[in-house]
């Protein structure tokens, strides 16, 4: 197949839209956090970056993207990108219209995120070298083989056929691979970890919460990259994928909002978080999906991830960047309804709506996996690491705040 320059063009603004969701993944939780740890906050989503971009470049790409072990994990034919170079990409045997080192620099910037999105768990008490160790680890050990499973040609792509239905999981930028791993990645870390001092009985209020709302910005901005250059072409699915990601997110966020609203004020905050849950939703859909189902899919995960906030500040758990019940409840959502809206007349796959109840039975069972696969994996690595190494800062260090006991600055001198 001849390369395309249009696709190519598009695939690589796409990377540069999702790279910017990284700062912008950092700009969002440090506005969150008390100005004492904003630097750290911020700082933890640049460390993610350029971390798993050496992972990626190593080794990680090869354990995704490589030739298929059993359905677990892909081979090292692309180590140090052996083999990666200007010619077209060819994934899982078929040949695309843009380079393979695009394709390896788009699903990079997907990579990084990831890990950038668990950084909400560690606000405010993770030493900054424990977060390194434990980066590198999770991205090898959780991050990699569900993307394998899923993207590289693994067991979940192949489900049906093991189980004796049609079709293989469905996720068309990262509902179960990106989102679902992260928030219930997430949620271990948080049940293993000490909480804050002071959780629960302090005022832990926001350091800025303009700098959270710009950061949610270029999250919505990003995601357009993330969602509409899945479809890796310049063609008309990805302007489907455009147009369903931009109307889920604005569903969402009005949804909350009002929920907020009726039990209280309508907070800004609020409305970001809103936001950023129908993007999570739709990521996983935007191939898959028409415009209407996308504002179905918006308005439930905005309800969903709104009332999981809630049961998460009623229970005391000291995850409070949200993304457990903004990322992982919302992958979880837009995972189930791929299943239910699917139709043929924007892709090949249809859904329950249209009576493909094959196609659900298959999406709930990569969503019970994926959750598992990264909430006990996840817990396991944050145990080992907690018991051994410590995963958090002194006491001493966390009442001065981590910008000064880490990083020797302050974001407000």
Not at 398 to 413: F, K, T, W
Request: with cysteine; charged share 10%; proline share 2%.
């Amino acid at each position: 197949m001849v390369i395309s320059s249009g696709d190519t063009a598009w695939l690589l603004a796409s990377t540069a839209l999702v790279m910017l969701m990284t700062p912008g993944v950092g700009f969002f939780y440090g506005g969150l956090v008390r100005r004492k740890n904003l630097v750290s906050m911020i700082t933890l989503s640049f460390v993610a970056f350029a971390l798993v971009s050496l992972q990626w470049v190593l080794f990680g790409y090869s354990l995704v993207f490589g030739h298929d072990i059993g359905g677990l994990i892909g081979g090292l034919d692309f180590l140090g990108l052996s083999g990666v170079g200007q010619s077209p990409a060819v994934i899982v045997g078929t040949e695309l219209t843009v380079p393979s080192l695009a394709y390896m620099i788009f699903q990079l910037v997907f990579a990084t995120v990831t890990l950038a999105i668990v950084t909400s768990v560690f606000a405010e008490r993770v030493k900054l070298s424990s977060f390194i160790i434990f980066g590198l680890l999770w991205t090898t050990l959780v991050y990699d083989p569900l993307a394998h499973w899923v993207w590289g040609g693994g067991w979940l792509a192949n489900l049906g056929s093991l189980i004796g239905l049609t079709g293989g999981a469905l996720d068309f930028a990262g509902g179960t691979v990106v989102h679902i791993s992260a928030g219930f990645s997430a949620l271990a870390i948080a049940l293993v970890i000490r909480k804050r001092m002071g959780f629960g009985t302090d005022m832990m209020e926001p350091s800025n919460i303009p700098l959270a709302l710009l950061g949610a910005a270029l999250l919505w901005f990003g995601w357009f990259g993330f969602n509409a250059g899945s479809a890796i072409a310049a063609n008309g699915l990805a302007a489907n994928a455009f147009v369903v990601t931009n109307t889920a997110a604005a569903a969402a966020a009005l949804a909350w909002m009002l929920l907020s609203w009726w039990n209280g004020r309508p907070a800004s905050l609020g409305f970001a978080s809103g936001a950023i849950a129908g993007l999570v939703a739709i990521t996983p859909a935007a191939g898959y999906v028409d415009p209407l189902a996308a504002i179905i899919i918006g308005i439930v995960a905005g309800a969903v991830c709104y009332y999981a906030m809630i049961y998460r500040i009623k229970k005391g758990l000291d995850e409070s960047c949200d993304c457990w019940s903004v990322h992982g409840m919302g992958g979880v959502v837009g995972a189930l309804l791929t299943g239910v809206f699917a139709t043929t007349a924007v892709n090949n796959y249809s859904g329950l709506l249209a009576g493909n109840v094959d196609q659900f039975i298959i999406q709930v069972i990569a969503v019970l996996v994926s959750v598992s696969y990264a909430f006990i994996v996840t817990f396991v690595l944050a145990k080992v690491l907690d018991s051994t190494i410590g995963m958090t800062v002194k006491e001493e260090e966390e009442y001065v705040g981590l910008d000064i006991s880490q990083h020797g600055e302050r974001a407000y001198p």
